[in-house]
């Protein structure tokens, strides 16, 4: 059983540009969370989705920042017009149930902004 | 809102010794989680604990849950150099439902445990 896959893992852009993270959770879970993580931080909560639903965004920055969760297909974390403070690592989580006692970890996209 | 505190934030010890990391929340929570963390590389679940007074013991690590306290604490005997990581403590809190998602997390305790 594959456990939860973020692509790419390295992402390079320059300020302006758009960036797409990718995150498909473990098999069977329908429950996506994305965090972010600053340099010398903890993981800060951005958003919660389920299949086709967001059910959570209170921690997604009001611009620029949006996330899906389609029918078919990965999780899908897009920010627009890059800036250098967007530069951080972004793991994605997911979870079988509402009430599961544990969040699985994707191996993190780490964005870079030039 | 929900706060966590680590401290120490840096450690620094030798083979051999022992110590305590110390995760102190704001609010009413279910559950507590330690997770680890190597440089570049993703979380590691280490405990989970669900209900006051759990106690889960892996290998040299020793966590435990007060929930009165709002407290957990993460112990290390006998420190070994591959236990050099970061460690995190990690909350949620109950939301509309009562459900638990939305975890919030400590600022980590970078742990370097030399020859």
């Known amino acids: 059983n594959a456990g939860v896959m973020q692509n790419p893992r390295h992402l390079v852009r320059r300020r302006g540009q758009e960036a797409r993270l990718r995150c498909s959770p473990m098999?069977?879970?329908?429950?996506v969370y994305w965090y972010r993580q600053l340099p010398e931080e903890g993981l800060k909560f951005m958003v919660y989705l389920q299949k086709e639903n967001i059910i959570d965004e209170s921690g997604m920055p009001k611009e620029r920042f949006s996330a899906e969760f389609p029918k078919e297909g990965p999780s899908i974390l897009r920010i627009q017009q890059v800036v250098r403070g967007d530069s951080a690592a972004y793991f994605c989580?997911?979870?079988?149930?509402?009430?599961?006692?544990?969040?699985?970890f994707g191996p993190g996209t780490r964005l870079t902004v030039l | 809102e929900l706060k966590v505190e680590q401290n120490p934030l840096f450690l620094s010890m030798q083979e051999g010794k022992n110590y305590t990391i110390y995760c102190n929340y704001s609010?009413?929570?279910?559950?507590l989680y330690w997770y680890r963390q190597d440089p570049g590389k993703s979380l590691e679940s280490l405990f989970v604990?669900?209900?006051?007074?759990a106690v889960k013991q892996e290998g040299r690590l020793m966590a435990s849950l007060d929930t009165k306290a709002r407290l957990s604490t993460l112990h290390i005997t006998a420190a070994v150099h591959d236990l050099s990581a970061t460690y995190f403590c990690a909350v949620d809190i109950h939301t509309r439902g009562g459900s638990n998602y939305k975890l919030t997390f400590g600022k980590g305790t970078l742990l370097t445990v030399n020859p």
């Open positions: 609010t009413t929570s279910d559950r």
């Open positions: 098999k069977g879970h329908s429950h």
């Open positions: 989580a997911s979870a079988p149930s509402l009430v599961s006692n544990e969040q699985f």
């Open positions: 604990l669900l209900s006051n007074g």
